[in-house]
C-alpha cells in the first residue's frame, strides 16, 4: 500500500494553491465564495506583530529601529500560514484597504518571510465578487510610504506612552498613563467642563400669544385652551401645535415693542408688556435657581391671567418656497454620530457592527454576503457603477419626479483619501423590507440607516412653503408686533425614504392682511442663556473631525480609551471630566504645552499624511518631533510638582484626624492623615465630599443586622454592617433595592441578533445573556433588571499528587491567563508556583531542567563541564538552576534560549534573553559568582538621607533628602508612620548639587 500523505502535503506539492490571508474569519469565509478551488483563505486575526508589551522597543539613537515581535496570541496561527506559504504558488495579502491595512500586510509578510516575488497586495472597497474578482486580476505592491506612515503613527504614539506616564505615576499617583491623541481628546471634555464651571448665565424673558382667527367663537376657545392647559401636566410644543391646530389656533412670539427689539432681561420690563398686552399678575413665585445658588440667581413663575386688552390684527403675511438639501453618505464620523443619536448606539458598538456588515452577512444566499463598504473613510466619493444603480432604483422604486437630472455631489475634507468610498450598501437593490427576518437586530437597523442615507442621498431636494405671519396691537408702550411662523411640506423629494416629523411644524389656519385675531392666553416665561452643552459620542466625534484629531479608524478606541483609564465619565450620555482628568490634563497641559495643543495634533495628523503621499522622510518627521519633546520631558522631570496628597476640609470619623485627597488610578479618594495607624479611607463624589456607606431597611439574612448600600467596580451591593464578623452580601440595584434570585432557565430572552433563545452566562462571577448559538452569533445582552442568577460554585482544584518543595501543602493546578499551572494550596501564605511541564519531574522525584535543553545537568551534579561543552552547572531542592562557571553558554531550564548576566538588588544573577516571552533565572555560585561580579560590580552604597529644616506638611516632621533610582527627593523623617515625599525645591536642589561637585573635586 501507497504511504498516505497528509491532506496539507496534498495540495501543496509542487505548484500549489495560491494562499490568501485576510484579517477575520468571517471576512475568509466571504471571500471564500468569490474564489475558485485553487485558492485558500485563512486569517490572521488581526495584527500578528507588534512593539513589546513589557519594554520601550525603539532605538532612538539608531533612527528609531523599532523592535518588533509577534504577538503572544498569534504565534500559532504565524506558525500555521508559514507553512502553508512554504508550499504556495503565491501569497496574496488581501488585509483592509487602510493605512493600518497596509501596515497588517507588511508584518505579515515579514513574520512569515515569503520571497518577494511570490507576494501580492489586493485591496478592495467591498467583498463582491466583482470586487474580488477586479482586484486579484490587478494585484499590487506593498506601499512602503503607508507602512512608513503607520509606523511613524505606532512609534510617536509609544514615545508619547512610554515617556509620559512614569513621570505621572511620580507626579500624580501609580498605574495612570498619557497618550497623544487621547490626552488631546480629554482636554477637549476638559476645556469643556472650565466654560461651564465660568458660565454666568443672563436672564431674559420670552412673552407667547396664542391666537386665533375665530372671533365669535373666542371665548369657547378660550375656555378650551384653560382647560388643555390645567389638565396637560406634560405639555410638550408638539402637544400645543397639535391643540392649536385642531381649534385653528396660532402661537406667536412677541419680537417687537415701540420699532425695537423685544428682548426684556428683568422680571420688571417683562410685567410692564404683559400688562399693556391685558395680563394681570396675581403673584410671583421665586425660588433660588437650581443650578446657579451659589450666583445668586432667582428662577420667578408669574402666575395670572388674560384680562381685557387691545385688539389684534394681521399686518402682513409673507410665504415662500424653501428647499432642504439630502445629507451626504455617511463617512465614519457622520456614520457613528447619526448611529448615536438615532439608534443610541456607542461609537465601539457602530464600528463592531459595521465591521461584521463589511466581512459579510448570511442572509441566506448560499453563505455570508457583504453588505456594506469599507467603513473606515474620510470620503464622499461614491463609484460610477454605484451610481448608475442607485439612479435605477429611484427612478423604478419611486418615480422620475424624485430623480435629479444629474446626480449630487459633495464636498469632502481637504484632508480626505478621495481613492476611497462613502459607506455604502454593495447592492442597493437589497431593500431593508426585502430583507426583514434575514437581518435583524443591530445589523439591521444598521444597515437600514446606511441604505436609507445612500438612496436619499441621490435623490431630489424636499420643497416647502414656509409663511411668516406679523400680528400687531396697540398698547400703551406703543405698537407690539408678533411673529407666528409655519410650513407646509409641498414635495417630500428624499424625505421619502429617511422619513420627516411634521408634528413640530405649526400649521397655520388661512389668515389675510388687517384680519382680526382674538387672544387666547399670554404666557410670560423668565429664561437663562444656557452654558455649553457637554460633549455626547455624537458631538465629541464630530468635534474630533473637526479639529483634525486622529483619523476615522481611531474614533471609536479613543473615546473607549479615556473612558477606560478614569479621565471621563459618562452620565446620562454626556461626558463629564472627572477631577484625576482634569488634574492629569493641567500638569500635561503646563510642561506639554505642544502636546496638548490641539493645532498641533492637527498638523502632526497632517504630517503622517504626507508620509504616505509625499514621500516625506518619516526619520526624520519623528526626530523632528522627540527632540524637543525629550527637552521638555527633562524640564517636566524637575519642575513639575508632585500631586500626591491635599489636604481637605474633612475629619476621620475613626480618629477626628484630618483627611487628605489622595489619588489612585481610578481616580481621586479621601485618606486619613493618621496612616499607617489609622486606615480609613472612602470614596468621593464628583464635589470631593466622601460618599459614606448608607444604612438601608434590608437586615441581613445571617445576622440580622442593617444592611449597608456598597459599591464594588462600579457595581452596587448590599453588606452586612457587622463586617467583618459577618461578611454575607447579597446583589442589589443602585437605590439598594434587593435583586430577585431567579433560575438560569427562567429568563426567557430572545437574542436581537439572529432571533434565538439567549442563555445565561458568566465572566468570572459576573452574569450576562449570550445567544444560544455561539460562536455563530455573538449577541449578547445584560440581565433583566431586578433579578439575578447566581453564579455555579467553583469546582474544587485538582491535585497535582506532589507537595509544595516549600511549606510542604498539598499542590494544586490552577489555570491562569497563559493557561494550567501548579501552586501551593497554601496561598497566598505560600505562593511557591511550578510550571506544568515539569509536574512529572517533580513526581519522580527529579526536580530538573527538561531533558534536552543546554545547560541541563542532573540534581547535585557539581561536576565540570561536560564534553558537549554545557555550563557547569546544578539544581537546588525544588528545581532551581544554578550556575556554577560563565566560561560556556548557559540555556534557559524553561524555553532553551540563552540566558544573560543581569543585576539585581541582590547581586547579579541570570535570565532568559527571551524575556518577557520567558522569565526563567538562575541563581550564580563559586566561580560564576566571582566572574560576574567581576563584570557588574557592586553598586557605590546609597547615601545616607539628610536632615532638612523643611516640615512635613502631613505630620510635621522633619523632611529628609533620600535616594532613589530617579534622583534626590525630599521623604518624611517620620517614615513609616509617615510616608508623605515631596519634590526638593530648585534652591535646595542646587545647593546639594554645587555640595556634591565640590566633593567630587576631592580637597
Given at each position: 500500500m501507497a504511504k498516505r500523505t497528509s491532506k496539507t502535503s496534498e495540495n501543496y506539492t509542487g505548484e500549489g494553491k495560491a494562499l490568501v490571508i485576510v484579517e477575520s474569519p468571517a471576512k475568509a469565509k466571504t471571500i471564500n465564495r468569490y474564489l475558485g478551488q485553487e485558492f485558500v483563505v485563512k486569517a490572521s486575526m488581526g495584527h500578528v506583530r507588534d512593539l513589546p508589551k513589557r519594554g520601550f522597543g525603539i532605538d532612538v539613537d539608531h533612527d528609531f529601529k523599532p523592535e518588533y515581535e509577534v504577538l503572544d496570541t498569534r504565534r500559532k496561527v504565524i506558525a500555521e500560514l508559514k507553512k502553508l506559504a512554504e508550499h504556495a504558488s503565491k501569497v496574496y495579502l488581501a488585509t483592509d484597504l487602510d493605512r493600518e491595512g497596509e501596515a497588517i500586510a507588511w508584518h505579515l509578510w515579514q513574520a512569515l518571510g515569503v520571497p518577494a516575488d511570490r507576494v501580492h497586495r489586493v485591496i478592495f472597497n467591498e467583498i463582491t465578487a466583482s470586487a474580488i474578482q477586479q482586484a486579484f486580476a490587478h494585484p499590487k505592491e506593498i506601499d512602503i510610504d503607508r507602512v512608513n506612515a503607520q509606523q511613524a503613527r505606532r512609534i510617536l504614539d509609544r514615545i508619547v506612552g512610554y515617556e509620559l506616564s512614569p513621570l505621572l505615576w511620580k507626579k500624580i499617583a501609580k498605574g495612570l498613563s498619557a497618550g497623544r491623541v487621547q490626552s488631546v481628546a480629554v482636554r477637549l471634555v476638559v476645556d469643556r467642563e472650565h466654560e461651564i464651571r465660568a458660565f454666568v448665565p443672563e436672564e431674559f424673558w420670552r412673552l407667547t400669544a396664542y391666537l386665533t382667527p375665530e372671533l365669535q367663537q373666542a371665548?369657547?376657545?378660550?375656555?378650551?385652551?384653560?382647560?388643555?392647559?390645567?389638565?396637560?401636566?406634560?405639555?410638550?410644543?408638539?402637544?400645543?401645535?397639535?391643540?392649536?391646530?385642531?381649534?385653528?389656533?396660532?402661537?406667536?412670539?412677541?419680537?417687537e415693542v415701540a420699532g425695537k427689539a423685544f428682548r426684556p432681561t428683568s422680571l420688571e420690563q417683562a410685567q410692564q408688556i404683559a400688562e399693556a398686552l391685558g395680563w394681570k399678575v396675581e403673584k410671583a413665585n421665586r425660588q433660588p435657581h437650581r443650578d446657579y445658588k451659589d450666583k445668586g440667581l432667582e428662577q420667578v413663575e408669574l402666575i395670572g391671567h388674560l384680562g381685557t386688552g387691545p385688539q389684534y390684527a394681521v399686518r402682513s403675511i409673507e410665504t415662500k418656497r424653501t428647499t432642504t438639501r439630502p445629507s451626504a453618505p455617511f463617512i465614519t464620523a457622520t456614520l457613528q454620530q447619526s448611529a448615536a443619536t438615532q439608534l443610541y448606539s456607542s461609537t465601539s458598538k457602530t464600528m463592531r457592527v459595521a465591521q461584521a456588515l463589511y466581512e459579510g452577512m448570511d442572509i441566506g444566499e448560499d453563505g455570508p454576503v457583504g453588505m456594506i463598504t469599507y467603513m473606515r473613510t474620510d470620503s464622499t466619493n461614491i463609484s460610477a457603477e454605484a451610481i448608475g444603480a442607485v439612479r435605477g432604483l429611484i427612478q423604478d422604486k419611486f418615480g422620475q419626479n424624485y430623480l435629479p437630472e444629474r446626480p449630487n455631489t459633495y464636498k469632502a475634507r481637504s484632508s480626505a483619501q478621495e481613492a476611497h468610498e462613502a459607506i455604502r450598501p454593495t447592492d442597493v437593490s437589497r431593500t431593508p423590507e426585502s430583507l426583514k427576518g434575514r437581518l435583524i437586530g443591530d445589523h439591521g437597523k444598521l444597515y437600514e440607516l446606511i441604505w436609507q442615507r445612500f438612496v436619499a442621498s441621490q435623490m431630489k431636494p424636499a420643497e416647502w412653503d414656509s409663511t411668516v405671519a406679523a400680528i400687531t396691537a396697540e398698547t400703551p408702550q406703543g405698537q407690539v408686533t408678533l411673529k407666528a411662523g409655519g410650513r407646509r411640506l409641498v414635495f417630500d423629494g428624499f424625505l421619502r425614504v429617511t422619513g420627516v416629523d411634521v408634528a413640530d411644524e405649526q400649521i397655520l389656519p388661512v389668515l389675510t392682511e388687517n384680519q382680526p385675531m382674538a387672544p387666547l392666553e399670554l404666557?410670560?416665561?423668565?429664561?437663562?442663556?444656557?452654558?455649553?452643552?457637554?460633549?455626547?459620542?455624537?458631538?465629541?466625534v464630530k468635534a474630533l473631525e473637526a479639529e483634525g484629531i486622529g483619523r476615522p479608524s481611531t474614533y471609536a478606541t479613543i473615546i473607549q480609551t479615556i473612558q477606560a483609564r478614569g479621565y471621563v465619565e459618562q452620565k446620562d450620555r454626556k461626558f463629564w471630566a472627572s477631577a484625576l482628568g482634569e488634574v492629569v490634563t493641567k500638569k500635561l497641559l503646563d510642561h506639554f504645552p505642544r502636546i496638548m495643543d490641539v493645532k498641533f495634533t492637527s498638523q502632526m495628523e497632517s504630517t503622517l499624511d504626507s508620509i504616505e503621499e509625499s514621500h516625506v522622510d518619516w526619520v526624520q518627521v519623528l526626530r523632528e518631533f522627540y527632540d524637543p519633546f525629550k527637552q521638555n520631558l527633562e524640564v517636566a522631570e524637575r519642575e513639575m510638582p508632585a500631586t500626591r496628597s491635599e489636604i481637605s476640609s474633612h475629619t476621620c470619623p475613626d480618629c477626628t484626624k484630618p483627611l487628605t485627597y489622595r489619588w489612585g488610578k481610578t481616580g481621586r479618594f479621601l485618606g486619613c492623615t493618621g496612616y499607617p495607624e489609622c486606615k480609613?479611607?472612602?470614596?468621593?463624589?464628583?464635589?470631593?465630599?466622601?460618599?459614606?456607606?448608607?444604612?438601608?431597611?434590608?437586615?441581613?439574612?445571617?445576622?440580622?443586622?442593617?444592611?449597608?448600600?456598597?459599591?464594588?467596580?462600579?457595581?452596587?451591593?448590599?453588606?452586612?454592617?457587622?463586617?467583618?464578623?459577618?461578611?454575607?452580601?447579597?446583589?442589589?440595584?443602585?437605590?439598594?433595592?434587593?435583586l430577585r434570585k431567579v433560575q438560569a432557565t427562567e429568563i426567557k430572552e430572545i437574542c436581537d441578533e439572529c432571533g434565538l433563545a439567549m442563555a445565561v452566562k458568566f465572566k468570572g462571577r459576573n452574569a450576562f445573556l449570550g445567544c444560544s448559538s455561539y460562536p455563530t452569533c455573538r449577541g449578547t445582552k445584560p440581565m433583566p433588571p431586578g433579578v439575578y442568577v447566581e453564579a455555579p460554585p467553583k469546582a474544587p482544584p485538582e491535585q497535582s499528587g506532589i507537595n509544595c518543595p516549600d511549606c510542604k501543602r498539598p499542590m494544586v493546578i490552577r489555570k491562569g491567563k497563559r493557561g494550567p499551572f501548579v501552586a501551593c494550596s497554601g496561598y497566598p501564605k505560600c505562593r511557591k508556583t511550578i510550571p506544568m511541564e515539569r509536574l512529572e519531574q517533580f513526581k519522580n522525584g527529579l526536580p530538573t531542567p527538561p531533558a534536552g535543553v543546554d545547560g541541563a545537568a542532573p540534581a547535585g551534579d557539581s561536576a565540570e563541564a561536560d564534553t558537549n561543552g554545557a555550563a557547569k552547572t546544578s539544581t537546588t531542592r525544588n528545581g532551581k538552576l544554578v550556575v556554577e562557571s560563565l566560561d560556556t553558554p548557559v540555556s534557559c531550564p524553561e524555553c532553551g534560549n540563552r540566558m544573560e548576566l543581569r543585576p539585581g538588588r541582590w547581586g547579579p544573577f541570570m535570565a532568559c534573553g527571551a524575556y518577557p516571552r520567558c522569565k526563567g533565572t538562575a541563581r550564580l555560585k563559586g566561580k560564576a559568582l566571582e566572574q560576574a561580579k567581576e563584570k557588574m560590580p557592586a553598586p557605590p552604597p546609597k547615601p545616607k538621607a539628610e536632615a532638612t529644616d523643611i516640615a512635613c506638611p502631613e505630620c510635621g516632621s522633619k523632611m529628609v533628602i533620600r535616594m532613589s533610582r530617579r534622583g534626590r527627593f525630599l521623604g518624611c523623617g517620620g517614615y513609616p508612620k509617615c510616608r508623605n515625599t515631596m519634590e526638593m525645591p530648585p534652591e535646595l536642589a542646587e545647593q546639594v548639587r554645587k555640595r556634591l561637585e565640590l566633593e567630587s573635586k576631592g580637597p
Open positions: 371665548d369657547q376657545l378660550r375656555d378650551g385652551w384653560r382647560k388643555y392647559v390645567n389638565q396637560k401636566k406634560d405639555r410638550t410644543r408638539r402637544s400645543d401645535l397639535e391643540w392649536l391646530a385642531a381649534h385653528k389656533g396660532i402661537r406667536a412670539e412677541l419680537i404666557e410670560p416665561i423668565q429664561h437663562f442663556t444656557s452654558p455649553p452643552p457637554r460633549y455626547t459620542e455624537a458631538s465629541l480609613f479611607t472612602c470614596n468621593v463624589d464628583r464635589e470631593g465630599n466622601p460618599v459614606r456607606a448608607a444604612l438601608t431597611e434590608h437586615n441581613c439574612q445571617r445576622c440580622e443586622k442593617p444592611m449597608i448600600l456598597r459599591s464594588s467596580r462600579g457595581k452596587p451591593f448590599l453588606g452586612c454592617s457587622g463586617y467583618p464578623e459577618c461578611d454575607f452580601t447579597m446583589p442589589c440595584d443602585e437605590t439598594g433595592m434587593p
